[in-house]
């Protein structure tokens, strides 16, 4: 993934670090329901990494699940991790600032990722493919997520610049070459002002990257329809064959 690409990201997550918390409430419904998952699936595992623990949320969970494990969370986001660093009491838990795609992940026994490997873009499949552990959770965002959104923007004559996410199908179909495993959908949504989603889509977990007319970019500006933000999530819980 070019450097450029996580810095970008890493700086949009560091200046909204301090309300992220505020404005993730679907990613939090999001949490709690992949800890429930993540429950009923649990094994013991002795050295886990998060990857993407942002501001701790799934983290905080985790640490209670897996209370005999040692778990290292990490992110590219300086200030998203020292929030979490204060919510965390566990001593079992170590943070890190390290991108996903440098991690060692033949330190670790297993992995756990909510909302944040779709952040990889074209580079998720390649590291699905190479991921070498034992177990893995994960929660992604897929390809129906944010659909109102993306329609209202096509509808008003502007480009269809949010981040995409993956297909459900290509990801089963890459993990399913090395790990048996057990999937659900979980779908989550509120409601908003069309001008106030697209400014608050970097506190939703996806980003529009603004190749619009200026012309388009004020009519999104000022739209004020009432759409759906909706994510449907794939919950993976993976076992090694
Ligand atoms: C939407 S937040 C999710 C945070 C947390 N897991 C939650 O559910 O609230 C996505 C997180 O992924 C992190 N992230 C994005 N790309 C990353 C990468 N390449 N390596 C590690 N973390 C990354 C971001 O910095 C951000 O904190």
Redesign the pocket.
Known sequence: ?RHDV?KN??N???KY?IS?DEN?YL??Q??DY?SLFIQKNCINIDKIC??????????QKISKIFTNSSITA????KN?IEIAKKKVENSNVKFKI????N?KYTDYDGII????LH??GENLLEFLKTLEVNYAYF?IPVENSLMQVKNRILELGALDTITKFPKNADIIEVLGQKFNIKSEIFRVKTQMQMNKAIKNLAK??TLSNNRNSIANIKKILEDNKIIDIDYEVLMLFCERK
Request: hydrophobic share 45%; net charge negative; with cysteine.
């Open positions: 993934m996580t990201i890493a949009k997550f560091d670090a992220y993730a990613q939090s999001i949490a992949f998060e990857i993407g623990c942002g501001t701790g949320n799934l983290t990490l992110d590219i986001s998203s390290e991108s996903a795609i991690c990722s909510s909302m944040s952040w990889l929660a939703f977990g």
